[in-house]
């Protein structure tokens, strides 16, 4: 179960056929992604102003920080090098993180590797959620692709099964 699943509360998944598939839920969102019911709209500006206040937060909280470091007197070395390693930070985690809303890592893929650089550059990440949310939900596109194309399958095996089995013909031997 991943994190995201963990998370949400059960949402009541629409489904096209008992026992077809479920949608995967997106955090904050659940479900309503599917249909955009349940306050959909009002979860996406949430999501919004919520990724928004926390980016600007923790802006104010990092140049606090430089404050800090200014007052400290550790010199323009240390200083500027803050500066460029949380810049740094930040782009890559913005670049990651919206490319995770795209597709999916790869198994062997050196995400885990990048999640303390992401954890640094935070800001990013809560830049490229909130710009995301102006568009879908985050993640939206790529779990409606996988949810339309697991239903198509259930759809194609469902179809195929006409008829009881065990009362059709046995094939002529050629």
């Not at 740094?88 to 809303?101: D, L, P, R, V, Y």
């Not at 050196?110 to 949310?133: H, M, N, P, V």
């Amino acid at each position: 179960m991943s994190d995201d699943q963990r998370d949400q509360p059960p949402t009541p998944a629409p489904q096209a056929a008992p026992g077809g598939p479920e949608p995967e839920p997106i955090r904050f969102f659940g479900t309503t992604w599917v249909k955009h019911d349940g306050g959909y709209a009002a979860r996406r500006a949430g999501v919004a102003l919520g990724s928004l206040a926390a980016a600007v937060i923790g802006a104010y909280l990092l140049r606090f920080a430089y404050e800090g470091l200014e007052i400290g007197n550790v010199g323009p070395f240390l200083s500027i090098s803050v500066v460029v390693l949380f810049a740094i930070a930040s782009s890559i985690a913005f670049a990651k993180t919206w490319e995770s809303f795209s597709r999916r890592p790869a198994p062997s893929s050196d995400e885990a590797a990048l999640k303390g650089l992401k954890a640094i550059g935070f800001i990013g990440s809560l830049i490229a959620y909130f710009l995301r949310t102006f568009v879908e939900a985050p993640g939206e596109d790529l779990r409606r692709a996988e949810y339309e194309r697991a239903m198509a399958e259930y759809a194609r095996r469902r179809g195929a099964r006409t008829g009881n089995p065990a009362a059709r013909r046995p094939k002529r031997k050629k």
